[in-house]
């Protein structure tokens, strides 16, 4: 039986401020904790990343057509097209284009589809607090393997530098105890991970193998000098040590006291954390009502970007505080998969 090829764009995301990806309250001592995976690492699930890029490309087709496409905190699938004539695919489609590329709104009377099927935001690399290195970014066997499947469904042929590597791990992860890491960091027996020291294995690394990581944001720009690989085992129980926890009270304007009830613990992913996540194309292009007859998916996403490599979205709650903000970068960029 043969299967048919997906394409696609991989979608690397840096959390410039720390990330609330929020799954409800819950019990225990933080509240209002993020979304996690089975085994306890944080995640930000699909359905908020297609959240974000739907809010960010109805405020790009605000800016391009001047337009209003928000009624209500939904975007106005329904507002037709321009009459007049336009170089800019969002200005013919207007606010449309933003249902055409991520589906109908809820109050849709009839449910469609969007061209894209939009994958989780795997966590690749944690920025951990470190004695030895004052911070390391910290990985898993189990995440590079989630990374590597991500790579293989958007399917694209220049990204094979970062699965080199990302292979050379998983090569080398029958070396991995609890008590030792592979690190990338050069002439190193032994490395703090937050306060607890582990002998230290290193692993090659070619110079190009990071470069497309490293220009995610300021932390990540040393990245292949700063990476430690942990066992399963010990990773989740790190990475719930470099997790933020903030605890907040509201407060009455008029006396400066508590409010009954508003004493809680928020959970943050930290700022530099990278995500790795994609937009996949399905084979055959699926359709909808809000696209023209004939339309490439990603070259659509593309104009309606302003045909820019990167750009930025609010993720989760917290927004009115300085939460949320993720830098996107989209691979392969200014050409069509």
């Not at 994958?119 to 990374?147: H, M, N, W």
Request: aromatic share 8%; net charge neutral; charged share 25%.
């Amino acid at each position: 039986m043969s299967i048919a090829k997906l394409h696609g764009l991989l979608v690397l995301g840096y959390s410039v401020t720390p990330l609330h990806p929020g799954s409800g309250r819950a019990p225990g001592a933080v509240d209002q904790v993020v979304q996690k995976d089975p085994l306890g690492y944080p995640i930000v699930f699909a359905s908020s990343v297609k959240g974000a890029f739907k809010a960010e490309c109805a405020r790009r087709v605000a800016q391009i057509c001047n337009r209003d496409c928000f009624d209500e905190g939904r975007i106005k699938c329904s507002e037709s097209g321009s009459t007049e004539e336009s170089k800019e695919l969002a200005c013919e489609l207007n606010c449309r284009i933003c249902c055409c590329l991520f589906g109908s709104e809820p109050s849709a009377s009839e449910q469609e589809a969007g061209l894209f099927s939009v994958l989780d935001f795997i966590p690749l690399f944690f920025p951990i607090p470190s004695l030895s290195e004052g911070y390391v970014y910290l990985t898993t066997p189990y995440l590079v393997k989630r990374a590597l499947a991500i790579l293989d469904v958007v399917n694209s042929q220049d990204l094979e530098t970062l699965r080199k590597f990302l292979e050379e791990v998983v090569s080398n992860e029958d070396k991995l105890t609890d008590n030792k890491v592979l690190t990338t960091i050069t002439n190193k027996h032994e490395i703090y991970v937050s306060t607890t020291k582990f002998f230290a294995e290193s692993i090659t690394i070619q110079d190009q193998n990071l470069s497309l990581l490293e220009k995610c944001g300021p932390l990540a720009k040393n990245l292949r000098n700063k990476i430690v690989v942990m066992s399963d085992a010990n990773g989740p129980i790190y990475v719930e040590k470099g997790m933020i926890r903030v605890t907040r009270i509201r407060l009455r304007l008029d006396t400066k006291t508590v409010s009954e009830g508003g004493l809680w613990t928020e959970e943050y992913i930290p700022q530099g954390t990278i995500f790795l996540g994609g937009f996949v194309v399905p084979n055959p292009v699926r359709k909808n009502s809000y696209c023209p007859e004939s339309v490439e998916p990603i070259d659509v996403l593309r104009k309606t970007l302003g045909n820019v490599c990167e750009t930025y979205a609010v993720i989760g709650g917290k927004e009115t505080i300085g939460r949320g903000m993720i830098k996107l970068k989209l691979h392969p960029c200014g050409a069509t998969a």
